[in-house]
């Protein structure tokens, strides 16, 4: 969600960690852009630090309980993919895996944190792709097809 003021939203870029989150509908597994800002955690925030609320968050999307889900997810951090936006300067760098679950990944991440694609460079980190074991386990759980 964009940056709220007392005025408002704010139209500002924003920066910060992302996962991409799935849900079910109709039953098919529909992706989306789960940011730092929309857990309440700022532009700072690790996705490890940041694991525990993603996992209320799909207990919730996908009619879990809480409890269980963290006990059986909480070491799975590096599970979903995810990406990072920064801002080193004048432009901003959209550092990713490569391992996006959509094709216009690029351009949903861009809308999500506010960014004009002419202002945004791309760069790809291992460091952001889903670790073998963690992915296997969440896509088990959720039964979440693996392209």
Not at 71 to 96: A, M, N, V, W
Not at 128 to 144: G, I, S
Request: aromatic share 10%; charged share 30%.
């Amino acid at each position: 969600m964009p940056k709220t003021t007392n005025e408002g939203q704010s139209r500002e870029a924003l920066t910060g960690g992302y996962f991409w989150f799935p849900t079910r509908r109709d039953g098919q597994v529909e992706w989306s852009v789960l940011t730092c800002h929309d857990l309440g955690f700022d532009d700072t925030e690790s996705h490890s630090d940041m694991w525990p609320s993603v996992i209320e968050r799909l207990a919730c999307a996908w009619g879990r309980e809480v409890a269980p889900l963290r006990k059986r997810l909480e070491l799975c951090c590096y599970g979903l993919p995810r990406g990072r936006i920064t801002q080193p300067g004048d432009r901003f760098l959209l550092i990713h895996g490569d391992d996006a679950p959509v094709s216009d990944w690029r351009a949903r991440v861009l809308r999500r944190f506010q960014l004009d694609r002419r202002s945004v460079r791309l760069s790809y980190s291992e460091h952001e792709r889903t670790c073998t074991q963690d992915r296997a386990t969440v896509f088990a759980e959720f039964e979440l097809p693996d392209h």
